[in-house]
């Protein structure tokens, strides 16, 4: 009952491309680059900021994500630790060592990076199934701990005072913030991007298609994934950083399991292994949220019904399907 | 250090009652594993939602624990088989994980529903008339019920690892584990093997769940912090044998409960820590195979 069907490989894994379509592909991305970031430099004047904000830190945190799973092929179910543990440190830092924001997430973000190294060394030994219950379990670790370690004030967590100033200087009210989220969340993107068509990322996704066939030209792709791994711990953390400096606050819901499955589900509703797709579940996801909000826990049942629905009808995802569709209308020409 | 005797024997006792469920649950989830090549994220919630019908039997039907017993996991494993016939059976020629993904959604939809009917709050389950009580052997106290929660389940660990071992329907199932389409082809219907498999293994949770909820309040959340745990014993004992399931469970638990009398801190972490050392040590876990 194996199977070839990876999560994140598209039609176009299967079939290497013609260099025309890999020309169309660079200019589909620069479009859609040049559109998502018009628009998000434009939203504070029409959507309320702070859910914008929200909404960034979920879409790189979503981004990191796929990283893994899409490019990697490796599913983790624990990436709420290094949200959440960033977010832990950046808030303490900030609060408690008096740092200025910038160096908060970057404490926040190396300790991500430290917990990534960790638990990337211990669960890349193991793949598939058993990587992602490893990941759960390290999360479950991390949570206990935050439960129970005295800097992170248990069940209250931490609440930081005002946002202080970005470099000492620039104090972070209303859009200075909003456009350091949106900066931030730009250099994570491309960032990610630029990792995903450079070489690494053609060994990466070579990986998940077949690694056996990868280990056989020679490449250790035990490397390949720890790196990986790595860099998409980091990442997250850069996300959960910010996101405690933006709302003053860093809690346990950030290092929860349901955090972990939540950004598995904003993943898999944007289009597992597309660029643009964490970025779009990420901000339905948020939206969803904060509409739904009021329903409790009918929301996690909304939640778990759109995880049934995506495994079973709609594995592509929403630009993974807007993609399918514009290249079949591509064929009809 | 002085040692307190009662204490550490309670503390053990604790600890065989939760190995008692991490070996059940983690039976079904490698008996499931084997067929199906799916991890039941569901598991949990199916030992949740067996406690609840427990529950439901009692207070809606007059029916005590006894009719639980026997009808919890007939519910169960019809629930299991629907589950399996109306949406797993689309996932075989898929990746595994999304198996995970889809069990993990269906545990997200019993959780959310159970919490807006019943709440967060755990409702009371009472031990039953018979089990009532309890022995004092001298150096401890032994409640009825629990050591029955212990024997029982462990009959029934064992009782399937014989079925599955030493009986003919156990070799259909082990020889359709290595090579279905081979097993298919000596006129064995598989897939209907297959179905029954996942209803036996949601069966076995939500029999777990009846033991569970006279000792544990009947909540909506009793499953998720547990199946993580489960996980990580699966993850150490590794999924290739029965025997080797039940042994972590219980030995898992034991260990579980000398730390919480020798450093009750690392209680909650230590079978993690164990995961991890056995996966720098010894990466297909202690009973799998390569």
Not at chain 1, 128 to 138: D, H, K, R, S, V
Not at chain 2, 15 to 23: D, K, Q
Not at chain 2, 278 to 287: A, C, I, S, T
């Amino acid at each position: 009952m194996a199977t070839d069907a990876k999560p994140g490989s598209t039609d176009e894994a299967a079939h290497p491309l013609a260099s025309r379509d890999e020309l169309r592909e660079a200019r589909y991305h620069r479009n859609g680059f040049i559109l998502l970031f018009a628009i998000l430099v434009v939203a504070p004047a029409v959507v309320y900021p702070l859910f914008l904000m929200q909404a960034l830190c979920f879409a790189l945190f979503a981004c990191a994500f796929n990283l893994l799973l899409g490019f990697g092929g490796l599913l983790s179910f624990g990436h709420a630790m290094f949200l959440g543990m960033a977010g832990y440190v950046s808030a303490y830092a900030a609060k408690t060592w008096g740092l200025t924001p910038e160096l908060a997430i970057l404490a926040g973000t190396a300790t991500a990076t430290a917990l990534g190294v960790v638990s990337g060394l211990i669960a890349i030994r193991r793949q598939g199934i058993y990587f992602a219950m490893i990941t759960l379990a390290l999360a479950q670790m991390v949570y206990f701990f935050c439960l129970q370690a005295p800097f992170t004030g248990g069940e209250d967590g931490i609440q930081t005072g005002p946002r202080g100033k970005l470099l000492g200087l620039l104090p972070l009210n209303g859009l200075a913030m909003y456009y350091t989220v949106f900066v931030i969340f730009a250099l994570g993107f491309f960032l990610i991007h630029r990792v995903i068509h450079s070489p690494f990322g053609q060994v990466l996704k070579a990986i998940r298609d077949n690694e056996a066939r990868a280990v056989s030209l020679g490449y250790r792709t035990e490397r390949y994934k720890l790196a990986a791994f790595i860099m998409s711990a980091a990442l997250s953390g850069l996300a959960g950083a910010t996101k405690a400096i933006v709302f003053q606050q860093a809690s346990l819901t950030d290092v929860h399991w349901t955090m972990s499955g939540e950004v598995v589900l904003m993943t898999l509703v944007g289009g597992l292994g597309t660029v643009f797709g964490p970025v779009v579940g990420a901000f339905v996801l948020v939206a969803m949220e904060s509409y739904l909000s009021e329903l409790g826990s009918w929301f996690t049942v909304a939640e778990g019904v759109i995880f049934v629905a995506c495994v079973l009808a709609f594995r592509r995802g929403i630009v993974g399907e807007l993609e399918a569709w514009l290249r079949r209308r591509r064929h009809k020409r | 250090m002085s040692i307190s005797i009662p204490a550490l024997m309670g503390q053990l006792l604790i600890g065989l009652i939760n190995g008692s469920f991490y070996a059940l649950l983690s039976l079904g989830l490698a008996v499931i594993f084997g067929l199906l090549n799916i991890i039941n994220f569901t598991h949990g919630a199916q030992y949740m939602v067996g406690a609840f019908v427990a529950w439901f039997l009692l207070h809606q039907l007059g029916l005590g624990y006894w009719w639980a017993l026997l009808l919890v996991p007939i519910v169960l494993a019809a629930v299991g088989i629907l589950i399996e016939r109306l949406m797993l059976k689309h996932l075989y020629k898929l990746d595994h994980l999304y198996g995970l993904l889809l069990t993990f959604g269906l545990a997200l939809i019993l959780e959310g529903a159970f919490t807006h009917r019943f709440g967060s709050a755990g409702l009371p389950y009472s031990i039953p008339e018979r089990l009532s009580g309890g022995y004092n052997l001298g150096f401890m106290f032994l409640p009825t019920y629990r050591a029955w929660v212990i024997v029982a389940s462990l009959a029934i660990c064992l009782g399937t690892w014989f079925m599955i071992e030493r009986t003919r329907l156990g070799s259909y199932l082990r020889a359709a584990t290595e090579n279905p389409s081979m097993v298919q082809a000596f006129g064995i219907n598989v897939p209907r093997m297959v179905t029954l498999t996942y209803g036996f293994g949601v069966g076995l949770a939500g029999l777990a769940g009846v033991f569970a909820a006279p000792i544990y309040q009947v909540s909506p959340q009793m499953g998720s912090s547990l199946i993580i745990v489960v996980f990580a014993v699966v993850v150490i004992g590794g999924m290739g044998s029965i025997m080797g399931s039940i042994l972590t469970g219980f030995g898992l638990g034991i260990i579980e409960g000398l730390t919480k009398y020798f450093y009750p801190e690392a209680s909650t972490t230590v079978i993690f820590v164990i995961m991890a050392i056995v996966l720098m040590v010894r990466p297909q876990g202690l009973f799998g195979q390569r």
